[in-house]
């Protein structure tokens, strides 16, 4: 089994809203990450987390921030988002083996619109 | 500066026959290579991968071939079929969990 679920599918909201985005992975994987893609572009990494660890955030705006409540579930609060913030969200999750050659296993995504 | 490179951003070629998808990159100190297959709105589905310490890999009508001393990879699907239309990105990973990805290739596969 290489599934990553996501919720919800679709999300629309305003600029002063604020809602989450979450993640599960059942596959014991210890890596998670939040990725945005735009589209006919490649995924743009956010946030890396290791062993429930924040790892890697790729300098991205503090109105994004993720969670990590355990090894299976990855959120993204959402807050006082701008329209430009609209994009496909996906997580992944992969081993975290430490050597260089993991797969990482990717969601359906969520479609977020900023009105 | 572009680490992985997918020169063709787009290839057309008839159901039955192989397609061929080219993708370079420039860090030799990538030592995974990875394809994912993109449908519209959805998110990227892993494919095959291989590592730099093999030549090629394969897995049913998926072949991945790495020339190393090229820094040249490329997929090979045989036959192809009208649902292997869909955008091809090839990404390469380092030690530190980050995917480096080319700009995709957009597959069509005419019946």
């Known amino acids: 089994d290489t599934e990553v679920t996501q919720t919800p599918k679709h999300l629309v909201m305003g600029m002063t809203n604020k809602k989450s985005l979450k993640c599960e992975q059942h596959?014991?994987?210890?890596?998670m990450y939040w990725y945005k893609q735009k589209a006919k572009k490649p995924p743009e990494l956010m946030f890396v987390y290791s062993y429930e660890k924040l790892s890697i955030n790729e300098s991205v705006p503090s109105r994004f921030s993720p969670e990590c409540p355990n090894s299976s579930l990855l959120n993204l609060h959402l807050h006082a988002l701008q329209p430009e913030d609209s994009a496909l969200y996906l997580c992944a999750s992969s081993q975290d083996s430490g050597t260089g050659t993991d797969t990482q296993y990717f969601g359906p995504g969520t479609r977020l619109t900023v009105l | 500066d572009q680490q992985v490179k997918q020169n063709s951003p787009s290839l057309s070629v008839q159901e039955g026959r192989i397609s061929i998808l080219n993708c370079d990159y420039t860090?030799?100190?990538?030592?995974?290579f990875l394809w994912y297959k993109k449908y519209p709105a959805e998110g990227p589905t892993f494919l095959i991968s291989i590592s730099s310490i093999k030549d090629k890999n394969e897995d049913g009508r998926f072949t991945v071939f790495l020339n190393k001393s090229a820094k040249h990879l490329s997929l090979h699907i045989v036959p192809s079929q009208p649902g292997d239309s869909a955008v091809y990105f090839c990404?390469?990973?380092?030690?530190?969990?980050?995917?480096?990805w080319g700009l995709g290739t957009s597959l069509a596969v005419n019946p």
């Open positions: 596959m014991g994987h210890r890596a």
């Open positions: 860090n030799s100190m990538f030592d995974y």
């Open positions: 990404a390469a990973s380092g030690w530190n969990r980050k995917l480096i």
